[in-house]
């Protein structure tokens, strides 16, 4: 979701991180094309793991790579850091991102993607709702994203 969104193709996403529930870190480089098909991406899985990154094929750049955690020392240090959750406060994405986000000060989005339990608040500075319900990771990231590139008139 986050890949294919306009944010990303301006440049304006530097990092994601995937953090799995066998405590595996995974940094994947925003100009990754993941897989389309479920059987090329348990295939790609499968060799990230094994060989502990993957590089481009014209290229030097790893585009996944396993490192070693916690996931707060890859932020970037001033970074404000707001973690998703439906039984923090409600607020209106669009609104929030407009008011409470400084242009020069790098944001860190928290998102859980995972059935039961909660995100590690440890090291979130706030923690906001975007909905009343509770919401699939990439519907979340979906509303992040667009109101981000609103904030930033890209269409």
């Not at 996403?13 to 995937?18: A, D, E, N, S, T």
């Not at 479920?38 to 490192?67: E, H, W, Y």
Request: charged fraction near 20%; charge should be positive; include cysteine.
């Amino acid at each position: 979701m986050i890949l294919d969104s306009p944010l990303n193709k301006a440049g304006k996403v530097k990092g994601i991180y995937i953090h799995t529930a066998k405590n595996v870190l995974i940094q994947v480089n925003p100009k990754v094309r993941i897989p389309r098909t479920f059987k090329r991406f348990c295939g790609l899985m499968v060799q990230l793991l094994q060989k502990l990154s993957i590089r481009a094929t014209n290229g030097p750049d790893k585009l996944l790579k396993v490192v070693k955690g916690p996931v707060a020392k890859y932020f970037p240090a001033d970074a404000k850091r707001i973690g998703f959750s439906v039984k923090a406060d409600l607020v209106p994405v669009h609104t929030w991102v407009q008011t409470k986000l400084e242009d020069a000060k790098p944001v860190v989005f928290v998102v859980g993607a995972f059935a039961h339990g909660a995100i590690d608040t440890s090291y979130v500075d706030e923690e906001i709702a975007v909905s009343q319900y509770p919401l699939s990771a990439a519907y979340a990231l979906s509303r992040i994203t667009n109101a981000m590139e609103m904030k930033w008139g890209i269409n």
